[in-house]
């Protein structure tokens, strides 16, 4: 017989992504429609909330049924409705919030709540099954967590940071090199072209917790280029990208690594939009390879690291299987933090 096929509609609205997926079983994507509102964005240096809810609403239905379309179903063959409801911009959570309630109310089906982050770790499960317990660094641009899973849907933050996250740091800084937002990709592009000769510091590498600080590292930056322009000086646009992403990632990989080995586990998930970070996922996988010990590294594709939906069904799925539903009261929560259910 058959294994039976769990479907699950999911959406995604929390910032400036609005995407609807059809999931099977987790761990396939039938369909993940994304439509991006960055050009939209791009001229304020950064998200404009009230921007990006209208956007929301503009495109979110045509987004699902675009999605029901391509992963060929109808509501009938659905098991579950899901959607995050935080953390991230109220107007914009509120946007996917309420149409997968008016699907779930319409078509009957139940209605699971999402926490976005849990989404971003749960990107993995397309590359690979996840194996507990396991550390997951998240990089996004609101967050930068170190989290311990004992077990599926578990999230025990054990490193958070104390000011700016990873993927901030980078749109803040690429604003100073000339960059639009988001400048993460940009900035990438060009560390790869220059080299670290400004030694930035690398901000609370020696204590002995798991916490990060960036706000240090981008003000040494910016004092950098400031002090440079008032002497008329010209930097080295490239090296000055080395230099801040070497920072950053001696960081991210020290900390988690440590992480990684006084927890025992076996496997490290990289997620978040900063994990598309090409110098980041090559530094990652140099410095396991060189532990006496394997550990399995697993890091979404670039186009699942930033926001969408399949990640958001694949972690809907986990919570589907424990009968984690919402009623239609569900309400946006723009400060979700994790919190686990047995
Ligand atoms: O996860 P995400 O798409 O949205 C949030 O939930 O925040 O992350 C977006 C962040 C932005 O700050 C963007 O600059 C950063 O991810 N980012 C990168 C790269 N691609 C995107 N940062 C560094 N290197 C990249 N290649
Ligand atoms: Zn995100």
Redesign the pocket.
Known sequence: MSEKRELILSFES??D?TSVAVIENGDKILSNIIATQIDSHKRFGGVVPEVASRHHVEAITICAQEAMAAANVTYRDLSAVAVTYGP?LVGSLLIGVNAAKAIAYAHHLPLIPVN?MAG?IYAARFVKPLKYPLIALLV????TELVYMRKAGEFEIIGDTRDD????A??KI?RVLGIN?????E??ELAHQGHDTFNFPRAMLKEDNYDFSFSGLKSAFINTVHHANQIGEQLNRADLAASFQASVIDVLTAKTIRAVNEYHVDQLVVA???A???G?RDAFAQRLSELDHHVDLIVPPLRL???NAAMIGAAAHIEYQKHHFADLYLNADPNLEFTYQA
Request: glycine share 26%.
């Open positions: 929390s910032c992504e991230g976005h971003h996004s641009g609101g967050h996250a990873a993927g901030e980078y749109d690429g937002y988001p400048a993460g990709k900035v990438d978040g939009g900063v598309a970070n090409h980041l690291c930033g926001d």
